[in-house]
T-cell receptor, first 109, second 116 residues
Framework: GQNIDQPTEMTATEGAIVQINCTYQTSGFNGLFWYQQHAGEAPTFLSYNVLDGLEEKGRFSSFLSRSKGYSYLLLKELQMKDSASYLCAVMDSNYQLIWGAGTKLIIKP | GAVVSQHPSRVICKSGTSVKIECRSLDFQATTMFWYRQFPKQSLMLMATSNEGSKATYEQGVEKDKFLINHASLTLSTLTVTSAHPEDSSFYIC????????????FGPGTRLTVT
């Protein structure tokens, strides 16, 4: 079956760095997405990876290894507003999105 | 965990016809459902938010008369693309929120619409 795994919850300190991992097993691969979702709001797009390597966007970076079925989202210089859920999603060979359950990130001062 | 289904998963229709997409929460009651569309390699775009028993709230730029949303019950919402055109070809995703304490939102697998 198809599966996306990511930790349920993580805690980090303001100003620090946190890495949220995502492992996947899907029938085919057409890209991996990371989304941020604040409580009660719609998710917002963070990144898209389809080739191996690191994509950097300001304080956020996303890494992909297709051979390992692995991705991570790296958040630097954490701010209180980064407290949110982070969703990993993979588009399979049928262009269906397989969603992870999300990682709730708690930032402490 | 909570499961949201969408039907159909893939549909091809001719220009000018209408297509209905169903979104169902299978094991929970969804007080709110969201409809998104996503073009290839682009971000998810929220189209509208629907609450059971009331009219949907559409995002700016989304035509209400073209994308009809009906949240008929606590487990079913439908999106009808009326008089579809090739530019409506996209990936449509719904999500459902249970309204419970954690306010989690669960996503459906998406529906790929191709208008020829």
């Amino acid at each position: 079956g198809q599966n996306i795994d990511q930790p349920t919850e993580m805690t980090a300190t303001e100003g620090a760095i946190v890495q949220i991992n995502c492992t996947y097993q899907t029938s085919g691969f057409n890209g991996l997405f990371w989304y941020q979702q604040h409580a009660g709001e719609a998710p917002t797009f963070l990144s898209y990876n389809v080739l191996d390597g690191l994509e950097e966007k300001g304080r956020f970076s996303s890494f992909l290894s297709r051979s390992k079925g692995y991705s991570y989202l790296l958040l630097k210089e954490l701010q209180m507003k980064d407290s949110a859920s982070y969703l990993c999603a993979v588009m399979d060979s049928n262009y269906q999105l397989i969603w992870g359950a999300g990682t709730k990130l708690i930032i402490k001062p | 965990g909570a499961v949201v289904s969408q039907h159909p998963s893939r549909v091809i229709c001719k220009s000018g016809t209408s297509v209905k997409i169903e979104c169902r929460s299978l094991d929970f009651q969804a007080t709110t459902m969201f409809w998104y569309r996503q073009f290839p390699k682009q971000s998810l775009m929220l189209m509208a938010t629907s609450n059971e028993g009331s009219k949907a709230t559409y995002e700016q730029g989304v035509e209400k008369d073209k994308f009809l949303i009906n949240h008929a019950s606590l487990t079913l919402s439908t999106l009808t693309v009326t008089s579809a055109h090739p530019e409506d070809s996209s990936f449509y995703i719904c999500s459902a929120r249970s309204g419970r304490e954690r306010d989690e939102q669960y996503f459906g697998p998406g529906t790929r619409l191709t208008v020829t």
